[in-house]
């Protein structure tokens, strides 16, 4: 399934991913300058085999943004959003949401009814994007302690919360 809609002028495809994608996925979220980094091969694995749960966004041909996430191992209603990038030539614009709501519109996860993610404090962008996503959506959204920052080798990471959106009901 794939979705068009324009931004500014252009057109831009958002569509589900396949392991032909990791390198370009890789790259936004290296030039986002706000993810944590993983190597290339997650993001193959991502495109290949939770492509289901996954969207990239094109624009020209080349991705713009994406959004990685599973379906929580426990929890088969629960869609937790791993990273969520888009491109700085196309922020602002709503695409980061649209991506979200084009996973959510899929058939096949016509049964997801909580959207899950952690943000750091500092995140804002993040932070307002799940935020709006639920009081767009009419849903609440539950903060609370995710993973705290002793958690994470060496200290390096801040703490992070875990937002629990619905919940929700998307229809196709």
């Known amino acids: 399934m794939e979705g068009l809609f324009l931004l500014t002028t252009?057109?831009?495809?958002?569509?589900?991913?396949?392991?032909t994608d990791g390198g370009s996925l890789w790259r936004v979220a290296r030039d986002?300058?706000?993810l944590d980094l993983n190597t290339p091969y997650c993001y193959l694995l991502l495109g290949k085999y939770f492509r289901r749960t996954c969207a990239v966004a094109e624009l020209e041909g080349g991705a713009v943004g994406f959004v990685t996430g599973f379906r929580h191992p426990e929890r088969q209603?629960?869609?937790?959003?791993?990273?969520?990038a888009v491109d700085a030539s196309a922020r602002g614009r709503g695409l980061a949401r649209r991506l979200l709501e084009h996973v959510l519109r899929r058939p096949e996860n016509a049964d997801i009814r909580y959207v899950e993610a952690t943000v750091s404090p500092s995140n804002v962008a993040s932070r307002?994007?799940?935020?709006g996503?639920?009081?767009?959506?009419?849903?609440d959204?539950?903060?609370?302690?995710?993973?705290?920052?002793?958690?994470?080798?060496?200290?390096?990471?801040?703490?992070?919360?875990?937002?629990?959106i619905g919940p929700i009901s998307y229809q196709t």
């Not at 252009?10 to 392991?19: A, G, H, K, L, S």
């Not at 209603?77 to 969520?84: A, C, E, L, M, N």
């Not at 307002?128 to 935020?131: I, K, M, S, T, V």
């Not at 996503?133 to 849903?139: H, L, N």
């Open 128 to 131: 307002a994007l799940f935020l």
């Open 32 to 34: 986002s300058g706000k």
């Open 10 to 19: 252009e057109r831009v495809t958002i569509r589900m991913p396949d392991d």
């Open 141 to 164: 959204c539950d903060i609370r302690s995710g993973f705290e920052a002793e958690q994470f080798p060496d200290g390096a990471h801040e703490k992070e919360e875990l937002y629990r």
């Open 133 to 139: 996503f639920a009081r767009d959506a009419g849903v």
């Open 77 to 84: 209603d629960t869609w937790f959003v791993w990273q969520i």
